[in-house]
């Protein structure tokens, strides 16, 4: 039972516009959340997180937007620029710890000049 | 900055093999994770391990074991390396109390012949 749902394997946005990524969960027991970006051959690197206790966190040109009502997370990326271009995981821990993990399958974001 | 180093970025062994894939950290971080990584199937937990000597099965340990006779080293164990092991290793090893989740290594990509 896939826990953590990513259920756009691609999305492809031009330069300049938003980006935005959605994440599904089903375990209402997850409270952090995180987003992780991977270019291919290397390992997955933070972008950011957000606690359950708020609705956004901000950092530069990503935002991450909580909705525990409907259990539903996203990514926006703006301006979204060629360097985004990567596979990106939503992922989900329990109690706050992050102490283990459960990722959801990705989406190959695609940024065209 | 934290350091998660594989040993081999790739690896090509053939069925029935023994496989030993290495993973170290430089951090004295007491908890550390194997994922593999398959396309449409995410990251997926294979073991984790919370301190020296200790370990615990992920989602997906059969056809592994670990070793963790050092905190800073966390090794993956393929007892007898099959086709459907071929896939992206990713050690990972977890940042105490902060909000970064995970500092992942660069990856091991190992093909079963």
């Known amino acids: 039972d896939q826990q953590v749902k990513q259920n756009s394997p691609s999305l492809s946005v031009q330069e300049g516009r938003i980006s935005i990524l959605n994440c599904d969960y089903t375990?209402?027991?997850?409270?952090?959340f995180l987003w992780y970006k991977k270019y291919p051959a290397e390992g997955p690197t933070f972008l950011i997180s957000?606690?359950?206790?708020?609705d956004k966190n901000e950092d530069g040109r990503f935002t991450v937007f909580l909705n525990k009502s409907a259990k539903h997370l996203s990514l926006h990326i703006v301006p979204s620029q060629p360097g985004d271009s990567a596979v990106y995981f939503c992922?989900?821990?329990?109690?706050?710890?992050?102490?283990?993990?459960?990722f959801g399958k990705g989406t190959l974001l695609t940024v065209n000049p | 900055d934290v350091k998660v180093t594989q040993s081999s970025r790739y690896l090509v062994k053939r069925t029935g093999e023994k496989v030993f894939l290495e993973c170290v950290q430089d951090m004295d971080h007491e908890n550390m994770f194997w994922y593999r990584q398959d396309p449409g199937l995410g990251l997926r937990l294979i073991y984790f391990s919370y301190d020296v000597k200790m370990k615990e099965k992920g989602d997906i340990p059969e056809g592994y074991s670990v070793s963790r006779e050092k905190k800073e080293r966390f090794s993956l164990i393929l007892e007898s390396a099959s086709t459907n092991q071929t896939s992206m290793y990713l050690c990972?090893?977890?940042?105490?109390?902060?909000?970064?989740?995970?500092?992942f290594g660069s990856g091991t990509r190992l093909t079963v012949v």
């Open positions: 990972a090893s977890r940042v105490p109390g902060g909000g970064y989740g995970y500092t």
């Open positions: 992922a989900a821990s329990v109690g706050g710890s992050n102490y283990k993990l459960t």
């Open positions: 957000i606690s359950s206790i708020k």
């Open positions: 375990n209402s027991m997850f409270d952090y």
